[in-house]
Nanobody, 115 residues
């Protein structure tokens, strides 16, 4: 069984920074992918950033402001969020792709950016 434990998030003013963490435990497939998604009220969940090995990709809305990174020894993924905007307000979810048809989600953490 795989568990994803998220930390970080909270309330920050526009232009501020936050860092999210997600630690995965259990049986982790070597060639996994980890990602951050977010869901704002009344909107669909959207991909924010993904990391596969050392390759990363980002949503256009966060490019240049957010950075995803991973500590493979700890199976932990991070999302450094800088220059935050009110439109970044959402619940952020960690995601682990652990092989074909095997996917896990973290519980979500609220990020609120005030103007």
């Amino acid at each position: 069984q795989v568990q994803l434990v998220q930390s970080g998030g909270g309330l920050v003013q526009s232009g501020g920074s936050l860092r999210l963490s997600c630690a995965a435990s259990g049986t982790i497939f070597r060639f996994n992918a980890m990602a951050w998604y977010r869901q704002a009220p009344g909107k669909q969940r959207e991909l924010v950033a993904r990391i596969i090995s050392s390759r990363t990709n980002y949503a256009d809305s966060v490019k240049g402001r957010f950075t995803i990174s991973k500590d493979n020894t700890q199976n932990t993924v991070y999302l450094q969020m800088n220059s935050l905007k009110p439109e970044d307000t959402a619940v952020y979810y960690c995601n682990l792709w652990n092989g074909p048809g095997v996917e896990y989600w973290g519980p979500g953490t609220q990020v609120t950016v005030s103007s």
